[in-house]
């Protein structure tokens, strides 16, 4: 069964780190796009990163913060967040899409057909 199993969320101090993962299952993913999305309360679910290979975007709103990072061998992406925001505070889902990341069409959640549950994320001032 295919599967998306996020971690890594937490509560954190603004200015501070943490790292995501998300391990799939059911797949080899290493010719899917895999990418972070996130949504805060009351607020439409919106694109953080993505990547395939070693090609990866970015949200103007995370970029020279966060990195998105994968292991295929693993069956796992990562996102590191560092200089957290309160801003930063959502539900973080990674996604999945059985093709190649495209820089008109990687932020849409419609192109992706696997999702995890999500992992919370809370930053606070």
């Known amino acids: 069964q295919d599967q998306l199993v996020e971690s890594g969320g937490g509560s954190v101090q603004a200015g501070g780190s943490l790292k995501l993962s998300c391990a799939a299952s059911?797949?080899?993913?290493?010719?899917?796009?895999l990418a972070w999305f996130r949504q805060a309360p009351g607020k439409e679910r919106e694109a953080v990163a993505a990547?395939?290979?070693?090609?990866?975007y970015y949200s103007d709103s995370v970029k020279g913060r966060f990195s998105i990072s994968r292991d295929n061998a693993k069956n796992t992406v990562y996102l590191q967040m560092n200089s957290l925001m309160p801003e930063d505070t959502a539900m973080y889902y990674c996604?999945?899409?059985?093709?190649?990341?495209?820089?008109?069409?990687?932020?849409?959640?419609?192109?992706?057909?696997?999702w995890g549950q999500g992992t919370q994320v809370t930053v606070s001032s």
């Open positions: 996604a999945a899409a059985e093709k190649w990341c495209y820089p008109y069409s990687w932020s849409s959640s419609s192109d992706y057909t696997y």
């Open positions: 059911g797949y080899t993913y290493n010719r899917f796009c």
């Open positions: 990547i395939f290979t070693s090609n990866a």
